[in-house]
């Protein structure tokens, strides 16, 4: 099923002449306009930009939830932007996991059965998946709460437990739109928090968010503008603390019309 054989050195994701665009009242709307991109396996990668800017469609269409309309995109050394759904579905369940803004945790399962539940496709036997769905909670701090169900934890909770969830099947790539985007500052902060961790232990990310404090946890920020890469920052000294990044990604920012 592997078309070319990922080559060495190649990025783990890539796109190149990227284009969407989406019809409104008849008219084909242009939301991005040629984006070329690689992620590297292990970056954090951010993209930020003003509302509209095409971020959300940029991530669907790296990880295969959109079509493009021109362009290429590969993931892992398939090509999937010209893949039929069924072969991406599956791509999809084995190497990408996805956290959004709004949890999508099934309200009548606990949280410890809507972990397990993304990994009832996988061949994992239910007594493996039910241990690593217990680890993912402790590591996540909500080992306590396992046998809540979502509506009887904070939103914090939830997204966190969205995130093990996505973990469940240990994807190659996690895929977040804008995580921290329904949660207040110290729920959004034990978010942040579990994603500098899995970055740390070598997790790619690929990451929409228009937080400042969760753009500097990335080691590499995208600046999108009206659908094309406008500018690119690299964290280069992983020694300086968060506020320094903050500071200095704020004003790498203010210059991108941030
Ligand atoms: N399914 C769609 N149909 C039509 N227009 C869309 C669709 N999805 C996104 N758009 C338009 O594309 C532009 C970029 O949207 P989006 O990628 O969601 O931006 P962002 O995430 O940066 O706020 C917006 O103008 C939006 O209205
Ligand atoms: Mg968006």
């Known amino acids: ?5 990922a080559v060495m050195d190649s990025p783990l994701l890539s796109c190149k002449g990227l284009h969407k665009s989406f019809q409104s009242d008849g008219v084909d709307v242009d939301v991005i ?17 003003s509302s509209g800017s095409g971020k959300s469609t940029l991530l669907y269409l790296m990880s295969g939830l959109e079509d493009v309309t021109g362009g290429t995109v590969m993931c892992n050394g398939y090509e999937i932007s010209s893949m ?8 999809r369940r084995g190497e990408m996991g996805f956290v959004f803004q709004a949890f999508n945790l099934i309200p009548n399962l606990t949280l410890l059965e809507n972990i397990m539940a993304a990994g009832f496709l996988s061949d994992t036997p239910k007594v493996d998946l039910e241990r690593r769905a217990h680890e993912l909670l402790d590591s996540l701090g909500l080992g306590d709460l396992a046998k809540r169900l979502p509506s009887q934890v904070s939103g914090g909770e939830q997204q966190r437990a969205a995130t093990a969830r996505s973990l469940v099947n240990s994807p190659k790539i996690l895929f977040a739109d804008e995580p921290t985007g329904a949660l207040n500052s110290a729920s959004g902060k034990k978010v942040l928090d579990y994603f500098s961790r899995l970055a740390k232990e070598g997790q790619t990310i690929f990451m929409v968010t228009h937080d400042l404090k969760g753009a500097c946890r990335g080691n590499r920020v995208i600046y999108l503008k009206d659908g094309q890469i406008h500018g690119e920052y690299r964290f280069d000294d992983q020694a300086l603390s968060l506020e320094e990044r903050e500071k200095l990604l704020f004003s790498w920012l203010v210059k991108q019309g941030w």
């Open 33 to 49: 306009r040629g984006v070329d991109l690689e992620v590297s396996a292990g970056d954090f990668t951010v993209l930020m930009g």
């Open 1 to 5: 099923m592997k078309k070319g054989a």
């Open 84 to 91: 039929k759904e069924k072969e991406l579905a599956l791509l």
